[in-house]
C-alpha cells in the first residue's frame, strides 16, 4: 500500500464493480440507489471508527417537470433521516 494521502477522483463507475474502501467520501448529491452504491465503497470492512462522509447538494431542487430533481430532494431527505449512520444496517432500515 502506497505511504500517505491517496485520493481517487471518479465519475459514476467507481460506484460499482470495484472493491475498494475509501476511508473518506466526498461527493455530490445523487439518486438514493447511486448514493447507496457510493456509501458502500466507504469503510467496507468496518475497519475505522472516524470515517465521514460529506454530500454536496443545493439549498432547493426545482422539481417541476424534472424527475431526476424530485428524486434527488426525496434523496436527500432520506440521509438527513439517517442522523449522521450511512451504514449498510441503517441505509436497510430506512422506508
Known amino acids: 500500500?502506497?505511504?500517505?494521502?491517496v485520493y481517487l477522483v471518479c465519475t459514476s463507475a467507481g460506484e460499482v464493480g470495484v472493491n475498494i474502501s475509501a476511508d473518506?467520501?466526498?461527493c455530490d448529491l445523487?439518486?438514493?440507489e447511486s448514493m447507496a452504491q457510493r456509501f458502500g465503497r466507504v469503510n467496507r470492512f468496518g475497519n475505522y471508527p472516524d470515517t465521514?462522509?460529506?454530500v454536496v447538494h443545493p439549498t432547493g431542487f426545482e422539481t417541476k417537470d424534472k424527475p431526476v430533481e424530485a428524486a434527488r430532494e426525496r434523496t436527500l431527505a432520506l440521509l438527513r433521516d439517517l442522523n449522521g449512520d450511512a451504514s449498510p444496517a441503517a441505509l436497510g432500515g430506512l422506508d
Open 1 to 5: 500500500l502506497p505511504e500517505g494521502t
Open 24 to 26: 473518506h467520501l466526498v
Open 52 to 54: 465521514e462522509i460529506h
Open 30 to 32: 445523487s439518486t438514493f
